[in-house]
């Protein structure tokens, strides 16, 4: 390390009340726990892999089920109910309303989908 390096990292670690020696040594764990994991931190990763893996299928049958209704729909006879905790509700059945609900719903679900293939794919039991 440079010694313009060790000035910033000293800087940067004092201004968020770490000493350099727990730095270290906190990074020497997480690298020693990833080469040598025990049987009980990799039990808990595939626990924590697990719901991931649940909410990427909730979040891709969201999806098929968002596609089914593009799909099926006619431009006439389509409605959006939104009811929120109170029970209160608001309908709207204009054709160019829901078209324009149903595409920013869609565009954020892909959003979520895809963050959530990220993680799936870049997690390490």
Do not use: C
Not at 53 to 72: C, G, M, P, Y
Not at 86 to 98: A, D, I, K, P, R
């Amino acid at each position: 390390m440079k010694t313009v390096e060790k000035a910033s990292y000293s800087k940067q670690h004092e201004k968020n009340g770490a000493p350099k020696a727990a730095v270290i040594t906190k990074a020497s764990l997480k690298i020693d726990d990833v080469l040598n994991p025990t049987a009980e931190s990799r039990l808990k990763r595939l626990d924590n892999f697990q719901i991931l893996a649940e909410r990427h299928k909730f979040l891709t049958s969201k999806n098929d089920e968002l596609q089914k209704f593009i799909v099926s729909s006619d431009g006439t006879k389509e409605k959006i109910i939104l009811k929120n905790a109170q029970g209160f509700e608001l309908e709207v059945s204009n054709s160019n309303v829901v078209d324009k609900v149903v595409q920013v719903v869609k565009e954020e679900l892909q959003k979520i989908t895809d963050a959530s293939e990220t993680e799936v794919l870049n997690f390490h039991i």
